[in-house]
């Protein structure tokens, strides 16, 4: 009888210490997973935020316009200020046109381009861009296609 005893013995100490072995990998992996959330995006490995000190968020910086400069566009060589200067120098050149010269999509430009007609800077017509007034003074000193011309 002490035979089964001490081979039931060993076979309980040989599973308990595989029971013991699954138990330490099963925390691990728990760690990794649950302390991962722990730690924040950026944090090293091992660095966790304590719970019993709360770390106060640092309060949101805000851009200071500077007197008299309003939103809108920037001061500068932005897109719209180099598709402005294309409009003036080309007047009815096309967005395609456009971003082609600026080497950009022209995906940015249609975002760009009405709110410059929006503004008053320039004006559409058809496809074409025009500088605003330009177009009108170059309409009402050519004569409509349509109309006859008095010969006489």
Excluded: C
């Excluded at 309003?70 to 007047?91: D, I, Y």
Aim: aromatic share 2%.
């Amino acid at each position: 009888m002490s035979n089964f005893v001490e081979t039931t013995v060993k076979e309980i100490d040989s599973r308990l210490k595989e029971l013991q072995e699954e138990v330490t990998r099963l925390t691990a992996a728990r760690e990794a997973l649950v302390g991962a959330a722990k730690r924040g995006p950026g944090r090293p490995r091992g660095s966790v935020a304590s719970a019993a000190a709360p770390v106060a968020p640092k309060p949101a910086r805000r851009r200071q316009r500077s007197a008299g400069r309003t939103r809108g566009r920037r001061g500068g060589n932005t897109r719209a200020n180099q598709a402005l200067e294309l409009v003036r120098t080309s007047p009815g050149i096309t967005i395609p046109k456009i971003a082609e010269q600026l080497g950009i999509e022209p995906n940015y430009l249609y975002r760009v381009m009405p709110k410059l007609v929006s503004e008053g800077v320039i004006t559409r017509r058809g496809l074409g861009y025009h500088a605003a007034g330009a177009g009108a003074a170059a309409s009402a000193a050519t004569p409509p296609a349509s109309s006859p011309l008095p010969t006489g």
